[in-house]
T-cell receptor, first 111, second 113 residues
């Protein structure tokens, strides 16, 4: 049974700081991952997709994948109060199209 | 481009009653997914359709849940009879093809009393 684990938090950071969100996974064969953001009462919205080892940057967001250690992380630079949300990590199987989500980490950015 | 549409947005029923949810995916998207998200948890896949065929329904409680996607476009998810533990948000998502990014609808929030 594949598993994706996240610390539920809440993770609290001051405005302007770097928020670091982590995710570990059980299947060593997992190839790719999505990060989604979910505001309270809303549906998940796509932030980033990463499938190769190393870093991938998009604006204030950087996703990191380390297949040897089986973890994925999301860094948010210059955190804003509007970044306060739950961040969902999901393992993606390209063959089946199946997403396996972690429980999500709640981020609170304090002004 | 219109996103994934779902209705109703909210539903309150009593246990043992039946309920149905409707989803209209993004135009042209072949793959459609139904997820259940219980409060404090990540979404869990219930069923995946490719056009009008079922690809994966391994986590669908088939004694009470059913789903269909007639004509490969709209889909309905039904629960009959509902239990208290079915209280959750039911999310529909679609992707152009199964190896592509999934886009989520606004969800239907179900409360079973």
């Amino acid at each position: 049974q594949k598993e994706v684990e996240q610390n539920s938090g809440p993770l609290s950071v001051p405005e302007g700081a770097i928020a670091s969100l982590n995710c570990t996974y059980s299947d060593r064969g997992s190839q790719s991952f999505f990060w989604y953001r979910q505001y309270s009462g809303k549906s998940p919205e796509l932030i980033m997709f990463i499938y190769s080892n190393g870093d991938k940057e998009d604006g204030r967001f950087t996703a990191q994948l380390n297949k040897a250690s089986q973890y994925v992380s999301l860094l948010i630079r210059d955190s804003q109060p509007s970044d306060s949300a739950t961040y969902l990590c999901a393992e993606f199987s390209g063959n089946t199209g199946k997403l396996i989500f972690g429980q999500g980490t709640t981020l609170q950015v304090k002004p | 481009e219109a996103g994934v549409a779902q209705s109703p947005r909210y539903k309150i029923i009593e246990k043992r009653q039946s309920v149905a949810f409707w989803c209209n995916p993004i135009s042209g998207h072949a793959t459609l997914y139904w997820y259940q998200q219980i409060l404090g948890q990540g979404p869990k896949l219930l069923i995946q359709f490719q056009n009008n065929g079922v690809v994966d329904d391994s986590q669908l409680p088939k004694d009470r849940f059913s789903a269909e996607r007639l004509k490969g476009v709209d889909s309905t998810l039904k629960i009959q009879p509902a239990k208290l533990e079915d209280s959750a948000v039911y999310l529909c998502a679609s992707s152009l093809h199964r190896e592509e990014t999934q886009y989520f609808g606004p969800g239907t929030r179900l409360l079973v009393l």
